[in-house]
Structures are given as C-alpha cells and as structure tokens.
C-alpha cells in the first residue's frame, strides 16, 4: 500500500481511539499482529482485548495525536493520554512515541514507548517515585496488567 494510504490507517487508528471505539481500533490490525509498550506484549486478538479494556475502563480518557508519518512499509506517530488511574484513583497525562510495521495494508508491528518512570511516578504516587525506575516494579505492573486483561477476557466470554 502507499505511504498516503498508511498515515491515513493510522489516522483512523487514533480518531478511534480517541472516540474509544476499539473494534474500529482492532480492525486496523493484522490478524498476526504484535503489540507492545512498557507493560504489555500482546499478540493477534488479544492486542483488541487490551484497547477494549481500556476505553471501556477509560471513562475520563482523552486523546490527543499528532506527527503521523508513514511510507509504503513502517510509520509512526506521537500521542497523548490524559486519564485517571483506576488502581490508584490519581491523574495520569501520559507522552508516548509509537512505531508501526505494515502487512497487507494494515498494522502487523507496533511499538508505543514512553517513560514508565515518568508514569509509575503519576499512577501510582510514591512507589513509583521511589522504585519506578526499577525492574522489580516494571514486572509488577506488567503482571498486574496481564491479570487485569485475563479477568476482562474471562467476564467478556462468560
């Protein structure tokens, strides 16, 4: 596909993102799809179940994009999320950076990095001021996450 058609799949990426519209999201994956970020890696339809989670989850979420850029093979684009923590009830605006590889005109990589000290230190108060830069918090939150989205996959098939 041409450069002009993959900014425009990542534009509706966003657009339904920030509608919180995750089937549209999860339609603009490839079957095969991998995802990841600083507490996910996902793969294929769990990649749908994630963004599900989050807009559903995401009452206050906003987003904000830009800087999309893409050529016939790999794009990428900045965006912005303001939203409250449901752990920790606090504010969170997080900055995040994402990379895409294109397949058959839809995502089949994509890479969202941010700086989770950055984060830890909004979400989670505290602890993550003190041991967000750590590896040993990194893995809680990952498997925290992990466990959310099996409890959400279990109440969405049940």
Not at 36 to 51: N, Q, S
Not at 52 to 76: F, K, P, V
Request: charged share 20%.
């Amino acid at each position: 596909m041409s450069a002009a058609a993959h900014r425009d799949l990542i534009e509706t990426f966003y657009a339904a993102f920030a509608r919180r519209d995750a089937a549209t999201m999860g339609a603009c994956y490839h079957e095969q799809a991998r995802f990841r970020d600083p507490v996910f890696a996902l793969e294929g339809a769990h990649i749908t179940a994630m963004w599900t989670m989050l807009c559903a989850r995401g009452a206050d979420l906003r987003i904000e994009y830009r800087g999309i850029s893409a050529d016939e093979h790999a794009g990428a684009s900045d965006w912005q999320a303001w939203y409250t923590f449901s752990t920790t009830g606090r504010a969170v605006h997080n900055v995040v950076h994402a990379r895409f590889v294109f397949r058959d005109g839809r995502i089949a990589e994509h890479v969202d990095t941010f700086d989770f000290w950055r984060w830890s230190r909004q979400a989670l108060g505290a602890p993550g001021l003190l041991l967000g830069w750590t590896p040993i918090l990194r893995r809680k939150v990952q498997a925290r996450a992990a466990g959310n989205l099996r409890k959400f996959l279990a109440g969405t098939s049940a």
